[in-house]
T-cell receptor, first 115, second 108 residues
Framework: SQTIHQWPATLVQPVGSPLSLECTVE??????LYWYRQAAGRGLQLLFY??????ISSEVPQNLSASRPQDRQFILSSKKLLLSDSGFYLC??????????????FGPGTRLTVL | QKEVEQDPGPLSVPEGAIVSLNCTYS??????FMWYRQYSRKGPELLMY????GNKEDGRFTAQVDKSSKYISLFIRDSQPSDSATYLC????????FGQGTRLTINP
């Protein structure tokens, strides 16, 4: 069966500090990978998605970036965090099915607080 | 206008009640509709998905889509305290559009 891991689970960082969140998927090959942010009381905002190694699409221009160095590894980074970067960050994977619902499966999330 | 609109609640009902959660959508291009359940401080998990119009039942849960009115519903029968969570309605296929989520509490 497939599993998705995220770490760290929680993170408290000062404004202006760098960020690196990691997501890995087990039990599947060549998944589509996604990074979402969920602010308090708000829905999920898609930040980045990737259909393959080195292929990153950005949905929202901001000070965050994403990389996919390996097939089942997805990293979210920032060089300098802003207060507005606080939130619950979720990684998800899907099988990349075309012509039908490409169900996404979510990891446990990372709660980031920027002070 | 948001593409998928959902009343954020909170909604509080007694155990055993029938719960009705609702969403509206604006983009008719996408035919797949999903419901995710998210417990506090956890990632969302897929509950059900439907294609096009009609009903789909899975145990105590029934998902309903009315394309003519662009209305999506989730019904929970015999609600349990373990059903207390935030429910997200979702539209899309390869790219998903999430509603804001409705926070539901089932009181014992």
């Amino acid at each position: 069966s497939q599993t998705i891991h995220q770490w760290p689970a929680t993170l408290v960082q000062p404004v202006g500090s760098p960020l690196s969140l990691e997501c890995t998927v087990e039990g599947t090959s060549n998944p589509n990978l996604y990074w979402y942010r969920q602010a308090a009381g708000r829905g999920l905002q898609l930040l980045f998605y990737s259909v393959g190694i080195g292929q990153i699409s950005s949905e929202v221009p901001q000070n965050l970036s994403a990389s996919r160095p390996q097939d089942r590894q997805f990293i979210l980074s920032s060089k300098k965090l802003l207060l507005s970067d606080s939130g619950f960050y979720l990684c998800a994977w899907s099988a990349g099915l075309a012509g039908e619902a490409d169900t996404q499966y979510f990891g446990p999330g990372t709660r980031l607080t920027v002070l | 206008q948001k593409e998928v609109e959902q009343d954020p609640g909170p909604l509080s009902v007694p155990e055993g009640a029938i719960v009705s959660l609702n969403c509206t959508y604006s983009n008719s291009a996408f035919q797949y509709f999903m419901w995710y359940r998210q417990y506090s401080r956890k990632g969302p998990e897929l509950l059900m998905y439907t294609y096009s119009s009609g009903n789909k039942e899975d145990g105590r849960f029934t998902a309903q889509v009315d394309k003519s009115s662009k209305y999506i519903s989730l019904f929970i029968r015999d609600s349990q305290p373990s059903d207390s969570a935030t429910y997200l309605c979702v539209q899309g296929a390869q790219k998903l559009v999430f509603g804001q989520g409705t926070r539901l509490t089932i009181n014992p």
